[in-house]
């Protein structure tokens, strides 16, 4: 991980998905070293949360800092820190499992070895897949291949991750639980979503609860209410 310390802040962030206000006010604030959960039903907007936690989409009004800065400057500084692994898998079609990893860690910039990579394939219980093309496996394989990335990204301080636990079986859930807690713990972040109730023993944990939101344009449906603040 790089020297300076990883922290994450929201300020005041507010988002905005077609007609609907999904939340806003919404500030938070954690160090090195913690696990953040953000819960909430179908469709409250936790998807929508990584997306803005990543610089994938901008927020409406407030801003996300990550090491005191705000993340919209801070563009390839701020990605070599960060592994998303969201519900596209980014998994290349035409590449073997092994050649998946390969290529991603060599795009991001930590090159790993064959052996490495076909160590990440077997926790994620992919031993035996090393050679076969990703157009070949199920949806939960690829999958997957996505999240063995996890376990050559320990250099990464910031790690978002959308149901990282859909599709896995309990061995590789308990793997990959164990691989968040001992990130988390060595002092990274770790921003998931889930909606599974998969113990999480890591020493630090916030959560971020998403609750509703409402229409736009007076189409008021549901009451918001996100960690005391109102929209
Ligand atoms: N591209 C889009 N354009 C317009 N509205 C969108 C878009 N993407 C999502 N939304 C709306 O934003 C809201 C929040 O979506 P989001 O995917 O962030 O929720 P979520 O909490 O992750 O849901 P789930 O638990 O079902 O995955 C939903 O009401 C959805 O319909």
Redo the contacts with the bound molecule.
């Keep these: 991980m790089s020297e300076e310390k990883a922290k994450l802040e929201l300020q005041s962030v507010r988002c905005i ?2 007609e ?1 206000l ?1 939340f806003s006010k919404l500030n938070f604030q954690c160090a090195a070293g913690t696990l953040v959960r953000i819960a ?10 990584l997306r803005l936690l990543v610089g994938l989409m901008q927020p409406q009004e407030g801003q996300i800092l990550w090491k005191n800065e705000p993340i919209k400057k801070l563009k390839e500084e701020f990605w070599k820190d960060l592994v998303y692994i969201g519900h596209l898998n980014g998994v290349k079609d035409e590449l073997t499992a092994r050649e998946n990893l390969l290529i991603n860690c060599e795009i991001g910039e930590h090159p790993v070895t064959k052996e490495q990579a076909d160590h990440a394939l077997a926790m994620v219980g992919l031993e035996g897949f090393e050679d076969h093309y990703t157009r070949h496996l199920s949806q939960g394989q690829r999958r997957r291949v996505a999240l063995a990335r996890l376990y050559l990204s320990r250099h990464a301080g910031f790690w978002v991750l959308d149901e990282p636990f859909t599709a896995l079986d309990v061995k590789a859930v308990a793997n990959l639980a164990n691989l968040i807690v001992e990130h988390v713990n060595e002092g990274g972040i770790v921003a998931f ?1 889930t ?1 599974q109730e998969v113990p999480i023993a890591a020493n630090n944990v916030q959560r971020i609860e ?1 609750t509703g939101g409402r229409w736009l344009n007076g189409r008021m449906v549901k009451k918001h209410d996100l960690a005391g603040e109102v929209a």
Excluded: A, E, Q, Y
Aim: no cysteine.
């Design positions: 998905r077609g609907r999904l909430g039903p179908n469709g409250t907007g936790k998807t929508s949360l979503t909606h998403l």
